[in-house]
């Protein structure tokens, strides 16, 4: 397994050969760096909770297959609103469905399924549980069973509504990236010198170059 090291130097060699000699590229200090990376992590997860919905309604999918898009739908979704005091880094909050009464009623759905369902065992619909006690008539043998209903996947009529949610919390996190950019940009000018910025170039052309 390679170490935190040996993965950073793995991406800047990937930046180093994705170059094409227009643009000067500059690692930008961890400190300053979190919110762009946590908010780029957020639309990617988004992004693929919105193409695991899609291709959850292809009707070829067995019941394994959909159950597992749909674990995943949630689990994901729900990371992006899930405490991250260990590492400090920004997370959704309910404040950014902005108060839409439908927005927050898909979203407590999906909420309560990754409480309930997926990262714990709790108490809910999508996951219910029935135990009665069966006697046989004539030898009045007993047996305990539990008859279990289990949710294999989100219902037609919802898909269009997590979807609505999805895309919405999509342009949310863009423009959260978006002011995090520009944050970067004001500090690196207005803390760096030109000699100092020269330091933390990855790849571009030189002086030579131009």
Known sequence: ??????????????????????????????????????YQSMREDLILCRNAILESLNPAYNEVVKISLFHSVVV?????????????????EISDLGGDKDLLKSHKEIMDMRHNLVAHRGSIEHDLGFTYLSLDAKTLARQVRVKQIRKKGFKIED?????????????????KFAKAAAKIWTHLLENFKPEQLALLKIAGPTNEEK
């Open 76 to 92: 994901i979704y729900g990371k992006c609103f899930t405490d991250s005091t260990h590492s400090k880094s920004p997370k959704l």
């Open 1 to 38: 397994m390679k170490t935190l090291e040996e993965k950073i130097q793995h991406i800047l060699k990937i930046i180093e050969r994705e170059n094409d000699g227009t643009t000067l590229d500059f690692v930008v200090p961890g400190y300053v760096a979190k919110p762009a990376v946590a």
């Open 159 to 175: 898909y269009k509504r997590y979807l609505i949610l999805i895309d919405y919390l999509i342009d949310v996190v863009e423009k």
